[in-house]
């Protein structure tokens, strides 16, 4: 990775951040906020944020949430929910309003770290159902979501059953690794809350309506986590956001349609 990570603590908790600067011919104001998927990190990104940054011509910030990445793992983190401390920091599973306690209590925070007013989010899977649930309730100058989960359907449980047959008895562990320093805490937060029953009833289509900022989904027609219903039905409550569907398209737009996904969000920037 050609620009150095660094860490910022935010919230008593040390996360995982990398800057791309604005180049000297950069001609965006924007200031993207990149938001991993369920089992993301900075590293998953690889190198398309660079890229999208460059084209685009503006700066952005990447991070790893908490147990992810080189960010601070969750201690204990298959062991019972629980408050420790005078700061009432989380340990144990995560609870069923993890995306709205990132989204509402972390990211708020980091960002007023990292001196962001404004930013254009740019979340992915879970990342990008906590850029929804942020822009809600706080100011935003666009929002692009990549595969979003704004309900669970029966398909996304399959398919995280599927993962974990995959992490305990594949290859997917192994593959993980490399990109988290507690693989761990990063798999089984994830994997343990949406396996819940707890997480069945998760819905955020109400509060979509919240949101007025200018946004774009974008939704692989093959991705085994959701069907086009998770934008179809973000359609139905926002009249005004842009929707791309993708044909040949699994969970990772950025990645199976990178060109194709880069050059719409660079049509949605020149709108803002």
Same mark, same amino acid.
């Given at each position: ?5 660094s ?25 993207l ?18 890229? &999208?940054? +460059?084209? $685009? #011509?503006? =700066?952005?910030? %990447? ?5 992810? @990445? ?11 929910s629980?408050?420790?401390?005078e ?22 925070? &980091?960002? +007023?770290? $990292? #001196?962001? =007013?404004?930013? %254009? ?5 879970? @990342? ?6 942020h ?31 995959a992490?305990?008895?594949?290859? $997917? ?12 805490s ?40 959701g ?46």
């Amino acid at each position: 990775m050609p620009y150095p990570v660094s860490t910022v603590v935010v919230k008593n908790q040390n996360l995982e951040v990398l800057h791309l600067p604005r180049h000297s011919t950069g001609h965006s104001p924007n200031t993207l906020v990149f938001l991993h998927e369920g089992l993301g990190s900075v590293a998953l990104w690889r190198d398309w944020p660079a890229q &999208l940054c +460059q084209q $685009l #011509g503006c =700066e952005a910030w %990447v991070y790893s949430r908490r147990g992810y @990445g080189q960010s601070e793992p969750v201690p204990d983190v298959r062991g019972p929910s629980r408050l420790v401390g005078e700061s009432s920091q989380r340990q144990g599973r995560l609870l069923p309003d993890y995306m709205h306690h990132e989204a509402l209590e972390v990211l708020p925070a &980091l960002l +007023q770290s $990292l #001196g962001i =007013e404004r930013p %254009v989010l740019l979340g992915h899977s879970d @990342g990008g159902t906590i850029a929804l649930i942020h822009a809600s309730r706080f100011e935003v100058a666009g929002c692009v979501v990549m595969a979003p989960h704004v309900m669970v359907e029966d398909l996304s449980i399959q398919a995280i059953i599927a993962a974990k047959n995959a992490y305990e008895n594949g290859p $997917l562990r192994q593959r993980l690794a490399p990109f988290h320093a507690d693989v761990d805490s990063a798999f089984w937060q994830w994997n343990d809350v949406w396996l819940s029953e707890a997480f069945r009833s998760f819905d955020i289509r109400p509060e979509l309506r919240g949101i007025s900022a200018p946004l774009l989904a974008i939704q692989g027609e093959t991705d085994p986590y959701g069907t086009m219903a998770q934008i179809d039905d973000l359609a139905l409550e926002l009249p005004h956001a842009q929707l791309l569907k993708l044909a040949d398209c699994g969970h990772s737009p950025h990645r199976d349609q990178p060109k194709l996904v880069a050059q719409a969000v660079q049509n949605f920037i020149e709108q803002l």
